[in-house]
């Protein structure tokens, strides 16, 4: 059973995992109870965020937290019966977000980003996607000029320290760029070395086309019927039960479940976000995020997808239509807005740790166990970036950066 393994979950992060293993020789299977990229990584926002240096922190200004307590700011919506089930990982995220913690978490976020668009071009080369990818970037558009100067210095800031390209527009210059845009903005930022990807499930399921042309499988089946069998692992498939010497469990949001039952307690929560569909691309040039109304909007080859900011509530609660709702009624105030495609808003899953860091590596107390999740609004962009971390310890290979602050054993 030598080189072998079950990759557990076919998003971004999983798919992308097995691509690397089957790069490095082992005969991979990623087993998911769907088609690759059908959940979490279907339904984002596709951008491959390379200015995305300082993760989404927990807010610490009062005036802002005030405004979610009483459900005036759309960019975060909860639902109060979470709560009591949330508290001690949201007071976790809370403080890793204070001024002690938060430079710490930058640091080791950057060091994955910064090789975002050089981990995904070779993907896409590899799949031949080239025509699902976009580049031109995406408009932070601003509402307020306080908004406005904040975030031209902190983009400032950005490409001094990392090279993160931007080009700070005022009003007039949004307005030209973007002239579908039915309302003046106080500026925007363009973060010009981001990626679009027209059809983000679309590209993940490209690239494990690419995975089984390099030899992988693809398998449907419950995760939760993995068993440690001798001295590797064993999972149930429709093709039959798949043993291997080692196991990766990729399953974005669902990953706290199936450790659980292995007596792991890791603090994944889920910060769920919203999209609708809308005929046509309401002449946008690129994607444009209103911060203060939480609204991205997004062409796509479906038509022009909006997506919401976070809402907090358990895994499988029932979705709410607070966020889409003002989401909708903003992007028509902004934009000639085509008819809705779908009926009901998708929902999704962003699988999140408090220290705003995804777990990667190998599971303390089992051998030939690996754990890869908590992406949270990156994984998409960092699925490749990981996945060849995670493959390159699997390996025994030097991984070309340093693992140890996405270490599983840091929540003991
Ligand atoms: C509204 C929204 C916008 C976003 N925008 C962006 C963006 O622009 N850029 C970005 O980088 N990220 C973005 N994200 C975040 C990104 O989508 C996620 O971080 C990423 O998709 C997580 O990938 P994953 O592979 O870990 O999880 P998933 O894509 O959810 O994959 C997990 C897989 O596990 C499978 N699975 C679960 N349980 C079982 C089981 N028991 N048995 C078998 N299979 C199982 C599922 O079917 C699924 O395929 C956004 C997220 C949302 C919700």
Request: with cysteine; aromatic share 8%; proline share 7%.
């Amino acid at each position: 059973m030598a080189k072998s393994a079950l990759v557990l979950g076919g998003g971004m992060v999983g798919v992308c995992t097995a691509w690397h293993l089957a790069r490095r020789g082992f005969d991979v299977t990623v087993v998911d109870r769907r088609a690759p990229g059908q959940e979490t990584s279907y339904g984002n926002a596709g951008l491959i965020q390379r200015e995305c240096v300082e993760p989404y922190n927990f807010p610490h200004d009062f005036s802002r937290l005030l405004g979610i307590a009483l459900g005036r700011d759309n960019t975060v919506h909860y639902d109060m019966r979470a709560m009591p089930g949330l508290a001690s990982r949201l007071w976790q995220y809370w403080r890793q977000s204070g001024p002690k913690s938060y430079p710490a978490v930058v640091r080791n976020f950057e060091a994955m980003i910064r090789h975002c668009l050089t981990e995904h071009e070779v993907m896409i080369r590899a799949a031949g996607a080239q025509d699902l990818i976009r580049p031109g970037g995406f408009k932070l558009a601003l509402q307020s000029p306080r908004a406005f100067a904040h975030e031209a210095r902190r983009a400032e800031f950005l490409q001094q320290e990392f090279g993160v390209g931007s080009t700070i527009m005022d009003s007039d210059m949004l307005a030209r760029a973007e002239p579908a845009l039915r309302e003046r903005f106080a500026g925007a930022i363009h973060w010009t070395d981001a990626w679009a990807v027209r059809d983000p499930g679309g590209l993940v399921s490209r690239y494990a086309d690419a995975l089984q042309q390099a030899g992988g499988r693809l398998a449907t089946g419950d995760a939760a019927t993995l068993e440690a069998d001798g001295t590797g692992w064993r999972v149930s498939t429709t093709q039959g039960p798949i043993r291997a010497e080692h196991a990766v469990v990729a399953l974005g949001p669902w990953s706290g479940r199936l450790l659980r039952g292995m007596g792991y307690r890791y603090p994944l929560f889920v910060k769920r976000g919203y999209h609708t569909h809308y005929a046509g691309d309401a002449g946008l040039s690129t994607a444009v995020l209103d911060m203060k109304a939480g609204t991205m909007m997004v062409p796509m080859n479906m038509g022009l997808r909006v997506t919401t900011g976070v809402e907090f509530a358990a895994l499988d609660a029932p979705p709410t239509p607070v966020q889409m709702r003002r989401s909708e009624r903003r992007a028509r105030q902004l934009l000639s807005l085509g008819a809705r495609i779908e009926p009901t808003p998708w929902l999704g899953n962003r699988p999140a740790l408090p220290d705003m860091v995804p777990v990667v590596g190998a599971a303390p107390r089992h051998r030939g166990l690996w754990l890869h999740f908590g992406h949270a609004h990156q994984g998409f962009t960092l699925g490749p970036v990981t996945g060849r971390l995670l493959a390159e310890m699997m390996n025994g290979e030097t991984p070309y950066f340093d693992p140890q602050p996405y270490s599983p054993a840091r929540f003991g």
